[in-house]
C-alpha cells in the first residue's frame, strides 16, 4: 500500500485504539469476553481486508504496513491486536496459497465486501503444542468434505465467520501431511470444551472446541500445509506476534516515563532516580522494536522478488523467523517488569492511571504461545546443520 494511503489507514487504527479499545480494554480483561466494540470498528473502517491482495480488493499492505497496524492497536488492547494478527495470518495463509482457486479468489472478495473475522484451530487434543501434527483427517466424497476435530485452544471461533482447520490430507495420510480447510460458521457446530479464564489474553477468547463440520471439497487450500506454514504462517506469525508484543511493552514504558515525569515536575532542577532506570527500559524497547521492524522489512524484501516464497523455506529464514519470536516474548514480559520497578505501587495497583497487571499478565502469553522450548528444540536441531549463507 503506497505510503500516504498508509499512514490514512493508521490514522484511523490509532483513533480507534485510543477511542475505542482503550476504554474498552478492562472490561475486555475483567469479563474475558470478545472485544466486540473494537472489531465493529475495525469492520466498519475495513482495515480487516488490509492485507487481501489490491487485485481481489483489499489494501494489499505490506508485513511492516501489517506489523505497524498490530502495534498501534495493542499498546490499547493486546486482546483486540492479537485478534487482528490473527486473522490476517489466516487471511495470509488464502492469499499466498490459493491463486490458482476460483473458489478463493472470489472468497477474498467476499471478505473485502462483508470485512469477515477468520480464526485458526490447529492445536488439537493428542497432538500437544505441535501445529505440524494433526490426529484429525479431512475426507472427501462426490466433491463434498467432512472434518471433525476436537482442538485444545480456539481464540475467538465462536465469534469469527469462518475457521482455517489443520488436518490430514485423508485417512491413511502421515500425522505432518497436512491441509488447511475453510470452514464458514454455517458449515459447522462448535461445542465448547474448556474454559477460557486465564491471566493474560483473556478477550480473545480461546477456550477448547469440538468441532463438527462438512462442505464444498474447494474449501480445501490447495498445495501442502508444510509449505502454508514454512512461507506464511510462521513468519506472519512470529512477525506480527513480536510487533504486538512490543506494543504491549511500549504502553508500559509510556506509563513509566509519565510516572517519571510527573516526578520531575515535582522537583524542579533535579533528575528522579527512577530516570535512569526509564533510560536503560528505553533502551531495551529500541532494541525490541528494531528486531521485528528488520525482520518485516526483510521479509517484504524477499517476498518481493521473483522465487521469494521458495527462498523463505531455506532454514536460514526458519531461524530468523524463531529467533525473533522466542526473543520478542522474552523480552515483552522483561521491559514491563522493568517499567514496574520504575512505577512502583502505583504500577501494582489495578486502580491507578500508571496500573501495569493487565500489559504484564498478556505479555506473559509470548512465550506459550508455541513453547518457546518447542521452538527453540526446533532452532537446535537446525542449527546443527546450517550453514550460514
Ligand atoms: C493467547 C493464546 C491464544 C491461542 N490461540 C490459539 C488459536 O487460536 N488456535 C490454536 O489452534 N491454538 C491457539 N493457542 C494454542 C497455542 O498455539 C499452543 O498450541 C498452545 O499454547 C501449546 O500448549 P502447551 O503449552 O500445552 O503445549 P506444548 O508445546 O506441548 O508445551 C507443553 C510443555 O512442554 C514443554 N515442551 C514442549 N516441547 C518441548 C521441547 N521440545 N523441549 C523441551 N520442552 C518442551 C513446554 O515448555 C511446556 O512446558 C493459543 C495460545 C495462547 C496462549
Redesign the pocket.
Known amino acids: 500500500m503506497h505510503s500516504q494511503e498508509f499512514d490514512k489507514l493508521l490514522n484511523t487504527v490509532r483513533r480507534i485504539a485510543t477511542d475505542i479499545a482503550a476504554n474498552h480494554a478492562a472490561d475486555v480483561d475483567a469479563q474475558a469476553r470478545f472485544p466486540h466494540e473494537t472489531l465493529a470498528a475495525l469492520r466498519e473502517a475495513r482495515v480487516l481486508s488490509a492485507n487481501v491482495p489490491i487485485e481481489s480488493g483489499g489494501a494489499g499492505c505490506s508485513m511492516v504496513q501489517l506489523a505497524t497496524l498490530c502495534a498501534t492497536l495493542a499498546q490499547a488492547c493486546a486482546s483486540s491486536a ?1 485478534v487482528l494478527a ?1 486473522h490476517y495470518i489466516q487471511v495470509a495463509c488464502i492469499a499466498r496459497h490459493s491463486t490458482e482457486s476460483a473458489f478463493f479468489r472470489s472468497y477474498l472478495c467476499e471478505l473485502v465486501e462483508q470485512q469477515f473475522l477468520l ?6 487434543v493428542g497432538v ?4 505440524r501434527s494433526s490426529v484429525c483427517a479431512v475426507e472427501r466424497a462426490n466433491g463434498r468434505f467432512k472434518l471433525d476435530k476436537d ?7 465462536a465469534e469469527a465467520d469462518a475457521i482455517l482447520v489443520t488436518c490430514r490430507r485423508a485417512a491413511d495420510a502421515a500425522a505432518s501431511d497436512q491441509v488447511m480447510v475453510l470452514v464458514r460458521k454455517s458449515d459447522c457446530t462448535l461445542t465448547q470444551t474448556t474454559s477460557w479464564d ?1 491471566m ?2 483473556r478477550g ?1 477468547r ?1 477456550p477448547g472446541f469440538k468441532l463438527v463440520s462438512g462442505g464444498g471439497e474447494e474449501q480445501i487450500v490447495p498445495g501442502a500445509y508444510a509449505d502454508s506454514s514454512a512461507q506464511t504462517m510462521v513468519p506472519y506469525s512470529h512477525i506480527l506476534w513480536s510487533a504486538l508484543w512490543w506494543g504491549i511493552a511500549a504502553e508500559a514504558v509510556g506509563r513509566a516515563a509519565n510516572f517519571v515525569r510527573g516526578q520531575a515536575r515535582r522537583t524542579p532542577g533535579t533528575v528522579p532516580p527512577t530516570a535512569v532506570r526509564l533510560a536503560e527500559v528505553s533502551a531495551r524497547l529500541q532494541t525490541m522494536r528494531s528486531n521485528w521492524f528488520a525482520v518485516a522489512g526483510e521479509f517484504d524484501r524477499v517476498d518481493a522478488t521473483p522465487g521469494g516464497m521458495e527462498e523463505l523455506t531455506r532454514i536460514g529464514w526458519a531461524l530468523r523467523f524463531n529467533n525473533l519470536k522466542v526473543s520478542s516474548s522474552e523480552m515483552a514480559p522483561q521491559i514491563v517488569h522493568m517499567a514496574l520497578q520504575i512505577v512502583g505501587i502505583l504500577g501494582y495497583k489495578n486502580d491507578s492511571p500508571f496500573a501495569l497487571s493487565r500489559l504484564y499478565r498478556d505479555a506473559l ?1 509470548g512465550s ?7 521452538i ?3 532452532t537446535a536441531s537446525m542449527l546443527l546443520v546450517f550453514k550460514d549463507e
Open positions: 492479537m490473527m480464526a485458526s484451530m490447529t492445536s488439537e500437544f503444542g505441535d501445529t482442538a485444545t485452544t480456539g481464540s475467538y471461533c486465564t493474560g489474553m480473545t480461546s502469553s506459550l504461545m508455541v513453547s518457546n522450548d518447542r527453540a528444540a526446533k
